[in-house]
């Protein structure tokens, strides 16, 4: 597999608080990889441990297959948006993305065309000779995106990508991501917005108080999380008191939400079968967990196991 | 190192660029240029020449009253009462000297319709009184040249002996220009300090700061800033002393000769006169008495390395802020000794040799201040070098402990921290 980041062991006390519990991942080059967890998780800390701005108690990384990189050469491979992000509100939006440039290590004439074919791309080109401070929120948050993006890095960390964006916006570097991704780029899109991740991230990793509750596949996370329902929208009646083969979850004038009781052999088309001798059917469709459902669920169960455990 | 340059760039070009920039760093020249050219200015715009008509009906002073090119005098003949109305067809103002009596010699009136100036009035006041002086020492039979010629006047000349050489120190210069330099440097640690710490806060305020520490290593960026600034600081004294230069050959060249015609200098007092010039004379004679070369290493050295020492620890202080309440109670320990020293220079200023002007000039919290003020003096050279070593290793532990403070700090948000915070964040690995 082609991994161009590969996480082992990596662990970060804070005064007694265990950010981050030897962590291992993997990222394949060219997916959008969804890292989510609350507030508090340990997401940042990963993400700064990542950028070189800390260093980890324990633990490595391995990105495009070199382990112990440099701070120099590892800040020219990332491009990081922060959660906590700004820029320099008296200074010139040109300036300060030459000024991002310098300090990424690129040479003045490399700047200039990045900055050009960026500033055309995102619509900033416009707002080169204004100062930050004149620019709407909105404007800000497309410059801290091309000064992010613009020096062609190959790992892109977006940390909260979307808060404060309007929907046009929102949209805008979506397209952009999804964009860089179809160029071979690795993106990583750290969010507590479970519902955001699911349009885009291909493999995610849920991340709760310093662990990895779960990772891998999105699809087939949520495959081994179903349960077997489907939503029926039907005609006809089905009387309460009556002994189906299934059971009826939950009703209401429109559909109903079944469950096979065989769950050993059940199949969409059995449940379908099943319930076509009762009434007719305008829509049958499986009900997959939300992320948000199977997050709460893995960290409900984890809390009880650890109470569990301590009852032994 | 090449991070280091952009960082030091941005930091002294947007500040060089700003309009606060350029105004201060004009202003101020212009405002010395003011201040030392304002009496001729007054002078100048006072429409010129005042014209005096001098009834004197004493008799006494005919020969001994004269004028000058901007106040010239004509006497007139006749009575008070017919000049009193009709003297304003031709003259500014009418000086009347009635027949007065020598012992007590009053009634003189100045009549004038426009306010006239104390200068004027004094400049025919001292003639006059002269001219009374001297009546009465004839009346007494005195002859006044004898008296003249027995008049003292003295100086003590102050030798320092360092070896086998005799120096003439020029005490008065020596104070002001060790009270200047040092009073200079207070203002330029205090204000160029706080514009590091602004500039932190600023970049932790704006967020940028996540963003930057991810391309540029703290030390690196504060490296950068402190460096920066301190380049702002020195293109400051630079264009300072081109302009200052600049002002005084004009005003020696252009306006001195101006403010010698009129009683500017008549008006100082006569013994401070007499030492200041002196010295002055002395000095220019003789500028080998003050070690020049000496004077400006010490001050170049202490101007760099005392803002330096300092610049980290606001750094640190602007690191560990959200809001300026915060910086305030933070700032206060680095205040206070800035302060102090000040207030021990101006002890130091007057009793160069004393042990508090010894242990303030060593330490180096307040060397930076208290050394300019003493050097002008010829101390020893090995407290010289003590306090310069001291101060250079004291600035490798503030950096050291600053870049600590600062790295962890730029990165915390919204929490209050504590000295103990602190004292974690310098322990840390």
Known sequence: MDNILRIEGLTKEYENVVALNNIYLEMQKGTIFGLLGPNGAGKTSLIRILTGITLPDKGKFTLEYTENKDFDSLSRMIGYLPEERGLYPDMKVYEQLDFIGQIKGLN????????????????????????????????????????????????????????????????????????????????????????????????????????????????????????????????????????????????????LIIKDKDIANTSPNSLLKKIMQYVDIHSFVEI????????????????????????? | MNKILAVFKREYFTRVKKKSFIIITILIPLMILLLMTLPVLMTLFKSGTTNIAILDNSGLFTESIEGSRSIPIKFVQGNIEQ???????DFDALLHIPNIDLQYPGGIKLYTEKQIGLSQITFFEKQIEQKIERLRYEKEG???DLVEKLKASINIESIVISGDQEKTSNTVISLILGQIMAFFQYFMIF?????????????????????LVSSVRPFQLMMGKIVGIAAVALTQLAIWAVLITLIFVFFSVSVMPYLTSTQATAEMPAEMQSNLTYQIVDFINNPGALNIPLIIFTFSFYFIFGYLFYSTLFAAVGSVSDDESQAQSFTLPISIPIILSLMIMFNVADQPHSPLAFWASIIPFSS???????????????????????????????????????????LLYGKKLTWKDLGKMVKAK
């Open chain 1, 108 to 255: 003045k004439t490399e700047i200039k065309e990045k900055l050009n074919y960026w500033g055309d791309k995102m619509g900033v080109s416009q707002w080169f000779k204004k100062k930050a401070q004149e620019l709407s929120k909105g404007m800000q948050q497309m410059v801290q995106f091309v000064a992010t993006v613009f020096y062609d890095p190959s790992l892109i960390i977006l940390d909260e990508p979307f808060t404060g964006l309007d929907p046009i916006n929102t949209n805008k570097i979506k397209k952009e991501i999804i964009e860089l991704k179809n160029q071979g780029k690795t993106i990583i899109f750290s969010t507590h917005r479970m519902e955001q991740v699911e349009e885009i991230c291909v493999d995610i990793a849920l991340i709760n108080k310093g662990n990895i509750v779960l990772k891998g596949n999105l699809e087939e996370i949520k495959n081994s999380f179903k349960k077997n329902i489907f939503k029926v929208v039907y005609e006809g009646t089905l009387s309460e008191n009556k002994d189906y083969e299934f059971d009826i979850i939950d009703t209401n004038d429109s559909y």
């Open chain 1, 288 to 312: 997959l967990p939300t992320l948000n459902e199977i997050f709460i669920e893995q960290v409900e169960k984890i809390s009880e196991d650890l109470k569990g455990g301590n009852n032994e």
């Open chain 2, 83 to 89: 000049w009193k109305d009709k003297f304003s067809k």
């Open chain 2, 142 to 144: 005195i002859d006044k």
């Open chain 2, 191 to 211: 204000f160029y300090g706080s514009m590091i710490m602004k500039g932190v806060m600023d970049e932790k305020k704006s967020r940028i700061v996540e963003i």
């Open chain 2, 368 to 410: 930076p201040i208290v050394m300019l003020a003493r050097i002008p003096y010829n101390i020893p050279i090995w407290q010289l070098f003590l306090s310069i070593a001291l101060l250079i290793f004291s600035f490798f532990i503030s950096t050291w402990v600053s870049g600590k403070i600062y790295r962890s700090g730029i």
